[in-house]
């Protein structure tokens, strides 16, 4: 962690250390120390502090050069997943194409793949049994790569929050049946009383 995080006390920069590994404030303040009963409260706490931010981005940030995993990569990874074609590891006549030869981006959507053997009920000119073999080709989830890259780029609104707004970014003034006949109630005495 940076210089920057002399701020910090020791069960902060703790916390900080802790929250990267599972990012769950709860846990992480457990971890660091701070009370069972409280921890909860304790971790949004710290997380609301620009100088524990500060240091949890720090971290991630050293982690990430440390790692060479980026935001681009784990993007790519998606990426093959979300646009692979089957077709790429077989050939024209349906063969599997050997995995040596297979591109990153075809080796990257790839799962696992099964090799079953059964005999095909045929025999060789020697007398041996022909043996065929089946493979089975298990791809990642597709449609959960395209719905981790869509809401990476913003494409999905989740309708159950959405937040709406007032004038000027306030709330938004309501009024029930009784307020406005109480209302109305008020303008008519104050008429007839004049």
């Known amino acids: 962690m940076s210089g920057d995080n002399a701020k910090l006390n020791e069960k902060q920069k703790r916390f900080a250390e802790e929250y990267l590994i599972d990012l769950n404030a709860t846990q992480a303040a457990i971890r660091a120390g701070y009370s069972e009963r409280t921890a909860e409260q304790q971790g949004y706490?710290?997380?609301?502090?620009?100088?524990?931010?500060?240091?949890?981005?720090?971290?991630?940030?050293?982690?990430?050069?440390?790692?060479?995993?980026?935001?681009?990569?784990?993007l790519q990874e998606l990426a093959k997943v979300a646009f692979s074609d089957l077709r790429k590891v077989l050939t024209t006549g349906g063969a599997?194409?050997?995995?040596?030869?297979?591109?990153?981006?075809?080796?990257?959507?790839?799962?696992?793949?099964?090799?079953?053997?059964?005999?095909?009920?045929?025999?060789?000119e020697d007398g041996n049994p022909i043996i065929d073999h089946v493979h089975k080709i298990r791809a990642w989830d597709k449609m959960a790569a395209l719905?981790?890259?869509?809401?990476?780029?913003?494409?999905?609104?989740?309708?159950?929050?959405?937040?709406?707004?007032?004038?000027?970014?306030?709330?938004?003034?309501?009024?029930?049946?009784?307020?406005?006949?109480?209302?109305?109630?008020?303008?008519?005495?104050?008429?007839?009383?004049?």
């Open 45 to 74: 706490q710290l997380l609301q502090k620009t100088s524990v931010m500060e240091a949890v981005r720090d971290a991630q940030e050293a982690r990430s050069k440390r790692t060479e995993i980026t935001q681009d990569k784990v």
């Open 96 to 124: 599997l194409i050997d995995a040596q030869d297979w591109e990153d981006d075809v080796a990257g959507f790839v799962s696992s793949v099964e090799v079953v053997k059964k005999p095909s009920g045929e025999y060789d």
């Open 147 to 194: 719905e981790k890259l869509g809401k990476h780029l913003g494409m999905f609104v989740d309708r159950s929050k959405v937040e709406h707004s007032g004038p000027n970014g306030g709330p938004i003034q309501t009024e029930t049946g009784s307020s406005k006949l109480a209302t109305f109630l008020d303008a008519l005495a104050d008429r007839t009383s004049e």
